[in-house]
């Protein structure tokens, strides 16, 4: 008989699927990017959320994010599973915070680029990726999320 897992080990799963989204059987990953903007759209909308309170935001997850997913990691017995994809969440939304002004086109913006450069992996983002278990699986994620942010400053920077 199995045992069951630890509550510790829950509550990792649960944030490092954030909230079973990683388990999704098409494109978890960017299933994970969509919450992330979903909820970031809901922040701006409701409490005002600007580009520092992404990053604010990004960055207060960024610990629990790497904890959750060096556990999750060590629990399947995988170096990057795809099932975690808090480290999507937390790159969009700093994706997020070049989204000037924010509306439903640089939204989309943001998650194309994010997805793009998560996908595409250009340096230093892939070298990000060897750093040890949940910090190289999240710290990639931030690089894109940063390339992402930046394309979007200048976008706005240009078009005003």
């Known amino acids: 008989m199995e045992t069951p897992p630890s509550p510790r080990v829950r509550l990792a799963t649960l944030l490092a699927t954030w909230f079973g989204c990683g388990y999704s059987p098409f ?14 759209i809901v922040l ?7 580009g520092w309170h992404f ?3 990004a960055a207060a997850a960024f610990y629990p994010a790497v904890w959750a997913a060096t556990l999750t990691a060590r629990t399947v017995n995988r170096k990057d599973p795809s099932i975690v994809v808090v480290d999507e969440v937390i790159g969009q939304w700093i994706a997020l915070a070049g989204a000037h002004p924010f509306n439903w086109i640089t939204c989309l913006a943001a998650l194309g680029l994010f997805r793009l450069f998560d996908i595409w992996k250009p340096p ?3 070298q990000l990726e060897a750093l040890p278990e949940g910090l190289g699986i999240n710290a990639d994620d931030v690089m894109a999320g ?3 942010a930046l394309v979007l400053l200048l976008a706005g920077w240009f078009n005003r």
Request: hydrophobic share 50%.
């Open 27 to 40: 494109a978890p990953g960017t299933v994970g990017s969509i919450a992330g903007l979903a909820i970031g």
């Open 44 to 50: 701006h909308q409701y409490a005002g959320f600007t």
């Open 146 to 148: 940063l390339y992402a």
């Open 124 to 126: 230093p983002v892939r």
């Open 55 to 57: 990053l604010l935001l």
